[in-house]
């Protein structure tokens, strides 16, 4: 099993940066891809980025490409999200999740989730 808890949203100014982290605990989490979902008000979860258990692979949404890097120490047992050249649009709580599965796009395939860590971009 996987406990995740998340940490680092806020508020921050468009065009500005903010690190997410996510720590895990259990055995698992360093055989586990990661991924980061998020979601706004009134939208449904949304795939922002993976990364495969070793760290040799990643995935991201189209719309994060070039402005968003995911990368993980699994000696930490952590998985982090650098966002940079934040938007308004990226306003959303974001989560993270823990899955065996090959499949990291889609939320349906995670195990494990953490409670999430809000992110607002003011314009």
């Known amino acids: 099993q996987v406990q995740l808890v998340e940490s680092g949203g806020g508020l921050v100014q468009a065009g500005g940066s903010l690190r997410l982290s996510c720590a895990g605990t259990?055995?698992?989490?360093?055989?586990?891809?990661m991924g980061w979902f998020r979601q706004a008000p009134g939208k449904e979860r949304e795939f922002v980025a993976a990364?495969?258990?070793?760290?040799?692979?990643?995935y991201y949404a189209d719309s994060v490409k070039g402005r968003f890097t995911i990368s993980r120490d699994n000696a930490k047992n952590t998985v982090y999200l650098q966002m940079n050249s934040l938007k308004p649009e990226d306003t959303a709580v974001f989560y993270c999740?823990?899955?065996?599965?090959?499949?990291?796009?889609?939320?349906?395939?995670?195990?494990?989730w953490g409670q999430g860590t809000q992110v607002t971009v003011s314009s």
């Open positions: 999740a823990a899955t065996k599965s090959w499949n990291m796009v889609t939320a349906t395939d995670y195990d494990y």
């Open positions: 259990g055995r698992s989490f360093s055989r586990s891809a």
């Open positions: 990364i495969s258990w070793s760290g040799g692979s990643t």
